[in-house]
């Protein structure tokens, strides 16, 4: 028989994976003495039992009546006692955090009966009368999906008719008056009356909160964070303590650290008389945490004293959830707190300093997708008019057009508008167009609202309560002072780090952090700020652990300039395709239509100094770095006009009786000679080489010509030739040759002591290539892999098609969680990289193996990379920081 009850004292902070979060941290914080109501967790191995099997294991049942019988034992009180009852909350919490995409249902046991005995006990029939509406609204909502806004609107109603400004101001016969028609929703829209029995209760809501684990909402958030959709969640059952019990009882949120800064301080919000989630919703103005201090001073004291406690196990920033039951602390729930990129870093150093951590730990501790958030633009100063004002709860400049619902921005950000999703306050079911949107901007609610939460945990810009506008989802308007300021469709900027509206599009400009990796602000400059100095610490450890080498993908000089200032040790991949067009496409059109060897090579001739300037510009900027040059890849074709453009032009012409010119037929001709069905599968790569005469020997002529020219002038080129597309180690070897006279007819031409160090080597993007490596990498002297090419070959997709075609569904069904262009598919091309690897080496040690594909600068990629042995990643230069940073985490 399984055991799938823990008690909280069993369990530690270790066992995420069994116990979910929320219950390993809660049974951490029981062990460590601080004060958390009993109770017990279910075990994810329970939620994946009921997923499989459509029902609960059979041993559940009396695990669950053990379990609670020993909660009863400690508190002294039985669950459905009609004098003094027991009563639990029943949590989600699953192994990674989901803020707030879950369900929770508290005051479970309550009924018509123990109500009394409730009231009585505590002697607050106001208090009793609260705790039941407050069941009857969650269990309605959540156990039996009614629809929220039932409750609400009743609730509303009695309000409106007792003339209460909120819930505080409703006296105990208004609350027995909205339990009275709460049971009444639930009777008629249920079809059957809220079940008396506690038990039953129980049950219907552990159920309820496994199957939340696949409402639509946390489908889309696991989709969006690349979370398993088998890992399941947990369920908590703790017993209740009171928030609202009476005017020295209260309910908040805290952390330890400001998540935005890093600083220490006091952090968070509260409510006095008050339960649970109504902080978080944002129903009630919630009160700065300070001010506790002198509401309820010891409960306040306690509460720091924890915090430190926290501070000093974790060694890092946590969050927390606590409640006070007249004047005691309670701890509902903590966690290593969700924050933002720049708090990040900032934390990571700050500990360091503090010496709670080491330096590799603290390399642990941010990431490369953090490191991304902090290059994003922000906006360029100067003088402007604010519009409104609200929090900055998750930083970054995000321009948009406002609209009102997150549907409509979900369909508006499919036909390619930027939106900013603009609510009173957002709820769970706003994700999917919080994802879409560039930003989400709300008037009400805290920097611990739903809107914030959410916004922080995904890294999307938000600002929170900016209570001075006055959405109007209905006339989709937004007013301020009753006059209109935006409607749906206007342009609004927000910039989440000071909360800041305004009307219009605000220019961008490079963040500080971009400044500092392009090399534009050092960070010993007085003007940079402690972010940038712990950015440049964390940089510098990151590259003093790190193995692998990090290179760029650059095509230009220019490029190359800014690809070293970043941080890049040389060019995994310089494409000479880039070098073909503008204003060369004549002379390559010239290459293309050559009737005869003399007009070939006449045209070959043409494009050859301008290929060698090229080249020679690229040396230079690189110094003595590695620069990898790939000969000419892509099919022909795309050189020259549209097949269906061109023949459409000719017909039209002829149609209005012009004369076609000889040039045009010839044109047409070619293109229909040189058409494909398939031109990735085509005619391209070494195969041009092979088809075309003196095509690359034009371009290794022209690359040996720049690196002796860059020579002469006292540089120190390193130059890597790559070809492109080789399957068989034959076609390698014909290149070679020809590369070989090439190089022979350049060095005797240049005289004495004209030396080159030109290496030559290959892709390897198909999978024969990948499996014939050993026999290659005798003819190679480096590969390169090219995972977008090996990709698509290996899986059989066609880049261009699928990510706009049937990988929507096949997310959507789970068949692949990540676009596999995205992030490598370590299974399978990743178990031809390990064969290539291997057979490679194994008969050229001497082998240099390298990635120049996208996934150069993916983060989980780079983790591959380094953990196959690989000696370099080559990626866009904006992403070289963030691949220096990964390959030093890879190491750790
Ligand atoms: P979430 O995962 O959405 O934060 P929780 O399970 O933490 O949901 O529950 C939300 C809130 O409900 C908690 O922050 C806490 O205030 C309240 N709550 C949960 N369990 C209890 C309990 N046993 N006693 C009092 N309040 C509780
Ligand atoms: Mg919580
Ligand atoms: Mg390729």
Same mark, same amino acid.
């Given at each position: 028989?399984?055991?799938?009850?823990?008690?909280?004292?069993?369990?530690?902070?270790?066992?995420?994976?069994?116990?979910?979060?929320?219950?390993?941290?809660?049974?951490?914080?029981?062990?460590?003495?601080?004060?958390?109501?009993?109770?017990?967790?279910?075990?994810?191995?329970?939620?994946?039992?009921?997923?499989?099997?459509?029902?609960?294991?059979?041993?559940?049942?009396?695990?669950?009546?053990?379990?609670?019988?020993?909660?009863?034992?400690?508190?002294?009180?039985?669950?459905?006692?009609?004098?003094?009852?027991?009563?639990?909350?029943?949590?989600?919490?699953?192994?990674?955090?989901?803020?707030?995409?879950?369900?929770?249902?508290?005051?479970?046991?309550?009924?018509?009966?123990?109500?009394?005995?409730?009231?009585?006990?505590?002697?607050?029939?106001?208090?009793?009368?609260?705790?039941?509406?407050?069941?009857?609204?969650?269990?309605?909502?959540?156990?039996?999906?009614?629809?929220?806004?039932?409750?609400?609107?009743?609730?509303?109603?009695?309000?409106?008719?007792?003339?209460?400004?909120?819930?505080?101001?409703?006296?105990?016969?208004?609350?027995?008056?909205?339990?009275?028609?709460?049971?009444?929703?639930?009777?008629?829209?249920?079809?059957?009356?809220?079940?008396?029995?506690?038990?039953?209760?129980?049950?219907?809501?552990?159920?309820?909160?496994?199957?939340?684990?696949?409402?639509?909402?946390?489908?889309?958030?696991?989709?969006?964070?690349?979370?398993?959709?088998?890992?399941?969640?947990?369920?908590?059952?703790?017993?209740?303590?009171?928030?609202?019990?009476?005017?020295?009882?209260?309910?908040?949120?805290?952390?330890?650290?400001?998540?935005?800064?890093?600083?220490?301080?006091?952090?968070?919000?509260?409510?006095?008389?008050?339960?649970?989630?109504?902080?978080?919703?944002?129903?009630?103005?919630?009160?700065?945490?300070?001010?506790?201090?002198?509401?309820?001073?010891?409960?306040?004291?306690?509460?720091?004293?924890?915090?430190?406690?926290?501070?000093?196990?974790?060694?890092?920033?946590?969050?927390?959830?606590?409640?006070?039951?007249?004047?005691?602390?309670?701890?509902?729930?903590?966690?290593?707190?969700?924050?933002?990129?720049?708090?990040?870093?900032?934390?990571?150093?700050?500990?360091?300093?503090?010496?709670?951590?080491?330096?590799?730990?603290?390399?642990?501790?941010?990431?490369?997708?953090?490191?991304?958030?902090?290059?994003?633009?922000?906006?360029?100063?100067?003088?402007?008019?604010?519009?409104?004002?609200?929090?900055?709860?998750?930083?970054?400049?995000?321009?948009?057009?406002?609209?009102?619902?997150?549907?409509?921005?979900?369909?508006?950000?499919?036909?390619?508008?930027?939106?900013?999703?603009?609510?009173?306050?957002?709820?769970?079911?706003?994700?999917?167009?919080?994802?879409?949107?560039?930003?989400?901007?709300?008037?009400?609610?805290?920097?611990?609202?739903?809107?914030?939460?959410?916004?922080?945990?995904?890294?999307?810009?938000?600002?929170?309560?900016?209570?001075?506008?006055?959405?109007?989802?209905?006339?989709?308007?937004?007013?301020?002072?009753?006059?209109?300021?935006?409607?749906?469709?206007?342009?609004?900027?927000?910039?989440?780090?000071?909360?800041?509206?305004?009307? =219009?599009?605000?220019?961008?400009?490079?963040?500080?952090?971009?400044?500092?990796?392009?090399?534009?602000?050092?960070?010993?400059?007085?003007?940079?700020?402690?972010?940038?100095?712990?950015?440049?610490?964390?940089?510098?450890?990151?590259?003093?652990?790190?193995?692998?080498?990090?290179?760029?993908?650059?095509?230009?000089?220019?490029?190359?300039?800014?690809?070293?200032?970043? =941080?890049?040790?040389?060019?995994?991949?310089?494409?000479?395709?880039?070098?073909?067009?503008?204003?060369?496409?004549?002379?390559?059109?010239?290459?293309?239509?050559?009737?005869?060897?003399?007009?070939?090579?006449?045209?070959?001739?043409?494009?050859?100094?301008?290929?060698?300037?090229?080249?020679?510009?690229?040396?230079?900027?690189?110094?003595?770095?590695?620069?990898?040059?790939?000969?000419?890849?892509?099919?022909?074709?795309?050189?020259?006009?549209?097949?269906?453009?061109?023949?459409?032009?000719?017909?039209?012409?002829?149609?209005?009786?012009?004369?076609?010119?000889?040039?045009?037929?010839?044109?047409?001709?070619?293109?229909?000679?040189?058409?494909?069905?398939?031109?990735?599968?085509?005619?391209?790569?070494?195969?041009?080489?092979?088809?075309?005469?003196?095509?690359?020997?034009?371009?290794?002529?022209?690359?040996?010509?720049?690196?002796?020219?860059?020579?002469?002038?006292?540089?120190?080129?390193?130059?890597?030739?790559?070809?492109?597309?080789?399957?068989?180690?034959?076609?390698?070897?014909?290149?070679?040759?020809?590369?070989?006279?090439?190089?022979?007819?350049?060095?005797?031409?240049?005289?004495?002591?004209?030396?080159?160090?030109?290496?030559?080597?290959?892709?390897?993007?198909?999978?024969?290539?990948?499996?014939?490596?050993?026999?290659?990498?005798?003819?190679?002297?480096?590969?390169?892999?090219?995972?977008?090419?090996?990709?698509?070959?290996?899986?059989?997709?066609?880049?261009?098609?699928?990510?706009?075609?049937?990988?929507?569904?096949?997310?959507?069904?789970?068949?692949?969680?990540?676009?596999?262009?995205?992030?490598?598919?370590?299974?399978?091309?990743?178990?031809?990289?390990?064969?290539?690897?291997?057979?490679?080496?194994?008969?050229?040690?001497?082998?240099?193996?390298?990635?120049?594909?996208?996934?150069?600068?993916?983060?989980?990629?780079?983790?591959?990379?380094?953990?196959?042995?690989?000696?370099?990643?080559?990626?866009?230069?904006?992403?070289?920081?963030?691949?220096?940073?990964?390959?030093?985490?890879?190491?750790?």
């Amino acid at each position: 028989m399984s055991t799938f009850v823990h008690p909280f004292r069993e369990g530690s902070k270790d066992q995420k994976d069994l116990l979910g979060g929320k219950g390993a941290n809660l049974a951490e914080m029981t062990r460590l003495g601080l004060p958390v109501p009993p109770g017990f967790t279910i075990t994810t191995d329970a939620c994946r039992y009921v997923m499989h099997h459509g029902q609960n294991p059979p041993e559940l049942a009396d695990q669950v009546t053990a379990a609670l019988e020993d909660v009863a034992q400690q508190i002294g009180r039985r669950f459905g006692d009609r004098e003094d009852p027991l009563l639990v909350s029943v949590r989600s919490g699953a192994a990674i955090s989901m803020p707030g995409m879950m369900e929770t249902v508290l005051n479970v046991g309550l009924n018509d009966e123990t109500v009394q005995g409730l009231a009585a006990q505590s002697g607050s029939e106001r208090f009793a009368q609260d705790s039941y509406r407050r069941l009857l609204q969650m269990y309605g909502a959540t156990v039996l999906g009614i629809e929220a806004s039932t409750f609400e609107e009743s609730l509303e109603a009695v309000r409106e008719e007792r003339g209460a400004a909120d819930d505080a101001g409703l006296d105990a016969g208004a609350l027995e008056e909205i339990v009275g028609r709460y049971k009444q929703i639930i009777e008629r829209e249920n079809g059957s009356p809220f079940p008396q029995d506690p038990r039953e209760q129980l049950r219907g809501s552990i159920s309820a909160v496994f199957e939340s684990w696949n409402a639509p909402r946390a489908v889309i958030y696991r989709n969006a964070e690349h979370i398993d959709h088998e890992l399941g969640t947990a369920v908590n059952v703790v017993a209740m303590v009171f928030g609202n019990l009476d005017e020295r009882s209260a309910t908040g949120v805290a952390f330890t650290r400001d998540p935005s800064t890093g600083e220490h301080g006091i952090y968070g919000d509260f409510l006095v008389g008050a339960q649970g989630e109504d902080v978080v919703a944002g129903i009630r103005n919630t009160r700065s945490l300070e001010e506790l201090g002198e509401v309820l001073p010891d409960a306040y004291q306690e509460l720091l004293r924890t915090m430190d406690v926290l501070e000093e196990h974790y060694r890092d920033l946590c969050d927390i959830e606590f409640t006070i039951e007249s004047g005691k602390l309670w701890m509902l729930q903590t966690r290593v707190g969700k924050r933002t990129a720049a708090a990040a870093f900032l934390i990571a150093t700050t500990l360091v300093d503090e010496g709670a951590i080491d330096e590799r730990e603290a390399l642990t501790r941010v990431s490369g997708a953090q490191l991304t958030r902090l290059m994003f633009p922000r906006f360029a100063s100067g003088e402007r008019e604010v519009l409104a004002r609200g929090m900055g709860a998750s930083p970054g400049a995000a321009v948009g057009e406002v609209v009102f619902d997150s549907e409509t921005v979900i369909a508006r950000a499919q036909e390619g508008h930027e939106c900013l999703l603009v609510r009173r306050e957002t709820n769970p079911d706003d994700l999917g167009g919080m994802l879409a949107a560039e930003g989400v901007l709300t008037s009400r609610g805290g920097k611990t609202s739903h809107a914030a939460v959410v916004a922080r945990g995904l890294g999307k810009t938000c600002v929170c309560g900016a209570e001075s506008l006055d959405v109007d989802p209905k006339a989709r308007e937004i007013r301020m002072n009753g006059e209109v300021v935006a409607r749906e469709g206007d342009v609004l900027s927000i910039d989440g780090a000071t909360g800041e509206v305004f009307a =219009g599009r605000i220019p961008v400009e490079p963040s500080e952090v971009a400044q500092y990796l392009e090399g534009d602000l050092a960070a010993d400059d007085p003007r940079a700020s402690a972010l940038v100095r712990s950015v440049d610490r964390l940089m510098g450890v990151a590259d003093e652990v790190r193995r692998m080498q990090v290179r760029a993908n650059a095509d230009t000089a220019a490029d190359a300039q800014r690809a070293r200032q970043m =941080g890049a040790q040389g060019i995994g991949l310089a494409r000479t395709e880039h070098i073909f067009l503008g204003e060369r496409r004549a002379q390559v059109e010239k290459l293309i239509l050559a009737g005869d060897p003399a007009e070939r090579e006449e045209a070959l001739a043409e494009l050859l100094p301008a290929q060698r300037a090229d080249f020679a510009g690229l040396l230079r900027a690189m110094g003595d770095l590695p620069v990898t040059i790939r000969l000419l890849d892509p099919p022909l074709h795309e050189f020259l006009p549209d097949l269906t453009d061109l023949s459409v032009r000719i017909a039209r012409a002829e149609e209005a009786g012009r004369r076609i010119e000889p040039h045009e037929r010839k044109v047409l001709a070619a293109v229909e000679r040189l058409h494909e069905q398939n031109p990735m599968l085509g005619l391209r790569g070494v195969r041009l080489g092979l088809t075309i005469p003196g095509l690359f020997g034009m371009q290794v002529r022209a690359i040996l010509e720049a690196e002796l020219e860059v020579r002469a002038d006292g540089g120190d080129p390193h130059v890597e030739i790559m070809i492109p597309l080789v399957g068989s180690v034959r076609e390698l070897r014909a290149i070679r040759h020809e590369i070989d006279d090439v190089t022979e007819e350049v060095t005797a031409g240049a005289g004495d002591g004209a030396e080159l160090t030109t290496r030559i080597g290959t892709m390897i993007e198909l999978p024969r290539a990948a499996l014939r490596a050993g026999e290659i990498a005798e003819a190679a002297e480096f590969f390169s892999f090219g995972t977008n090419d090996l990709t698509q070959t290996t899986w059989g997709f066609s880049r261009d098609d699928v990510e706009a075609g049937f990988f929507f569904t096949y997310k959507e069904r789970g068949i692949l969680s990540d676009s596999p262009f995205e992030s490598l598919d370590q299974y399978g091309v990743g178990e031809l990289l390990r064969i290539a690897a291997e057979r490679g080496r194994a008969t050229n040690p001497d082998l240099t193996l390298g990635v120049c594909g996208e996934h150069g600068g993916d983060p989980a990629s780079i983790h591959f990379f380094h953990s196959l042995g690989l000696d370099y990643v080559s990626c866009s230069p904006f992403r070289v920081p963030v691949a220096r940073l990964e390959c030093g985490r890879a190491t750790l």
